[in-house]
């Protein structure tokens, strides 16, 4: 393919709206997700379901956890 072949497809991918989502690690959504449920985590054990207290939070640390992975990756590369 030739540069102005090139250049018309990025610029009819950008213009229709396809490609422009970034990335989990880029977005951070990933410490979104994490907060969203380190909050409901807290308010689970105020009112006092244990169980759904602890699951909240290990989901939470597996969200930070695979975000600061995806995060060192994206440094090194």
Do not use: C, Y
């Not at 250049?7 to 969203?36: C, D, K, M, R």
């Not at 379901?49 to 590369?77: D, E, N, P, Q």
């Amino acid at each position: 393919m030739d540069s102005s072949a090139i250049a018309t497809a990025v610029g009819h991918q950008a213009s229709s709206g396809v490609g422009n989502s970034l990335p989990l690690q880029f977005s951070g959504e990933f410490l979104e997700w994490a907060v969203i449920f380190f909050i409901i985590a807290i308010v689970a054990a105020v009112v006092g379901a244990r169980g759904v207290a602890g699951v909240t939070m290990t989901v939470a640390k597996w969200f930070v956890i695979i975000f600061l992975v995806l995060a060192l990756v994206s440094i090194l590369l």
